[in-house]
């Protein structure tokens, strides 16, 4: 079974204080590796997806790198409004009823004071 | 419309009756997925329609849950005989293919 497990669970910073969300997956074969942001109150925005192990994408303050076993999302100099909850969740190569289907961590919620 | 679009946004229904929660998504998407997100919680998939193949239902969580997707298109999660630990925000994405999912708003449903 996909097993998808983020840390921390939570992360508070102060605003400019750089830090990395850690996201360790164990799945039979990886087809990509999606990051979310969720605000309260609404579904999750997609942010990155990483099909590879060395790939890395950056938005903004966001960056996020893939390995073999886990995907980190660093944040430089973040904002107060960069507080949420960011969600990764893996995909499964190949075909089959799967096909397709996302299976997401906890989530790690952070919290960024100015 | 421009994004995944759920209704209602917030459903308050007694234990023992039937719900129906539905999902339009995005135009041209191929791909739907239901997921259940509990207080603090992380996202529980449910179900996940593509194209015209069979249904992944292996996250549905009891005989009481079912979904149907009309025309490749709109789909409408049922919950019979609701019980209070179903009590949650259910979330609807789309996707093209095997892309990126898009979420939409979520129904929070409240079982009193």
């Known amino acids: 079974e996909d097993q998808v497990t983020q840390s921390p669970e939570a992360l508070r910073l102060q605003e400019g204080e750089s830090s990395s969300l850690n996201c360790s997956y164990t799945?039979?074969?990886?087809?990509?590796l999606f990051w979310y942001r969720q605000d309260p109150g609404k579904g999750p925005e997609f942010l990155f997806t990483l099909y590879s192990a060395g790939e890395e994408k950056e938005k903004e303050r966001l960056k996020a790198t893939l390995t073999k076993k886990e995907s980190f999302l660093h944040i430089t100099a973040p904002k107060p409004e960069d507080s949420a909850t960011y969600l990764c969740a893996v995909q499964r190569p190949g075909g089959g009823t799967s096909y397709g289907k996302l299976t997401f961590g906890q989530g790690t919620i952070l919290t960024v004071h100015p | 419309g421009a994004g995944v679009s759920q209704s209602p946004s917030n459903k308050v229904t007694e234990k023992g009756k039937d719900v129906e929660l539905r999902c339009d998504p995005i135009s041209g998407h191929t791909a739907l997925y239901w997921y259940r997100q509990s207080l603090g919680q992380g996202l529980e998939f449910l179900i996940y329609f593509q194209g015209n193949s069979a249904p992944d239902k292996s996250g549905l969580p009891s005989d009481r849950f079912s979904a149907e997707r009309t025309g490749g298109s709109v789909s409408t999660l049922t919950i019979q005989r609701t019980q209070q630990e179903d009590s949650a925000v259910y979330l609807c994405?789309?996707?093209?293919?095997?892309?990126?999912?898009?979420f939409g708003q979520g129904t929070r449903l409240t079982v009193v």
């Open positions: 799945v039979s074969g990886l087809r990509g």
């Open positions: 994405a789309s996707s093209l293919g095997r892309s990126e999912a898009f």
